[in-house]
């Protein structure tokens, strides 16, 4: 996977591993038969799903965009998952050259366990910020959503992931739409949760737009194609024909939550129909 030159920023690709999901959840109401032609699906009807973070270098500051699913899964859900040995991602960072106290920022789009999972690490019986010297952010009625375990899915959210962090001072929680960095802008599109958000970076007259679950394969590009875990699947179509119109239209980059080859794509519209154009693994 290869960095992309945005302007003066450097935006880095790093895949903290892959897990494998139910195929049908992952594409809710899309028949297999169109789904499976893009994403096909092991002997169980799992697809690979990445665990897709990005590290932003600016300027003056590194951001990290998401964490993974970190290494906390017993024997039962690795097996489930076919994620026998996950790497700690500070190993995967490390790899790729990023030393976790140079990050300075941490963005948790939401706080699904696949998204914000490496966030923390355990030293004995202390949790501990994996990013030592970062101030975390995510958003504040993310957290609400989180602390509510309401039973449709609370088993996405695990408080070891972020309630030492609020402990500390670590996490800072946002209302709304925001800045997090000069050129680094979330803004919040409801529909896979109600607070999820998305990052744009814009430099030197270009945009990157992490999409994270509101488009998390490329194959999701078309707006009527969404999860089976969005809580709110109207919205996510609205939030997605909003965004991915201007995305087109202004030919931004784009990535996405869980694509397991592709890091960075374009969206073009063509006879009102929405197509991945120029991407790269
Ligand atoms: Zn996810």
């Known amino acids: 996977m290869q960095a992309l030159t945005l302007g003066h920023f450097k935006i880095t690709p790093v895949r903290a591993g892959s897990y494998w999901w139910d195929g049908g959840s992952m594409f809710g109401v899309v028949p297999k038969t169109l789904w499976s032609k893009s994403e096909p699906g092991d002997e169980m009807n799992r697809i690979e799903a990445g ?19 970190g290494v906390r899964h017993d024997e039962r859900a690795r097996e489930r998952m076919r994620l026998p040995d996950p790497p700690p ?36 019986a202390h949790v501990r910020a994996a990013l030592p010297r970062a101030r975390y952010v995510t958003q504040r009625g993310e957290l609400e959503h989180a602390r509510e375990q309401h039973p449709r899915d609370a088993v996405s959210y695990r408080a070891v992931n972020y309630e030492p962090l609020i402990e500390s001072g670590s996490m800072h ?37 992490h999409l994270a679950d509101l488009v998390a394969f490329a194959a999701q590009v078309t707006p009527t194609w969404v999860t089976a875990f969005d809580l709110f699947p109207l919205e996510t179509i609205a939030s997605k024909t909003q965004l991915l119109g201007q995305a087109a239209v202004e030919h931004w980059w784009c990535s996405f939550g869980h694509d397991p080859r592709v890091s960075f794509a374009k969206i073009e519209v063509a006879e009102g129909k929405w197509r991945i154009g120029q991407n790269r693994a």
């Open 51 to 69: 665990f897709n973070c990005y590290v932003v270098d600016t300027d003056a500051q590194r951001i990290l965009i998401e964490t993974g699913g």
């Open 89 to 124: 991602l500070t190993e995967v960072l490390a790899r790729h050259g990023f030393d976790p106290e140079s990050i300075d920022v941490v963005i948790n789009t939401h706080l699904h366990w696949d998204h914000c999972g490496g966030n923390t690490v355990d030293e004995g």
């Open 173 to 209: 929680l946002l209302d709304g739409d925001g800045e997090v960095a000069p050129g680094v802008e979330v803004r919040v599109m409801p529909g896979h949760t109600r607070d999820m958000m998305v990052v744009l970076v814009r430099s030197g007259g270009e945009t990157w737009c």
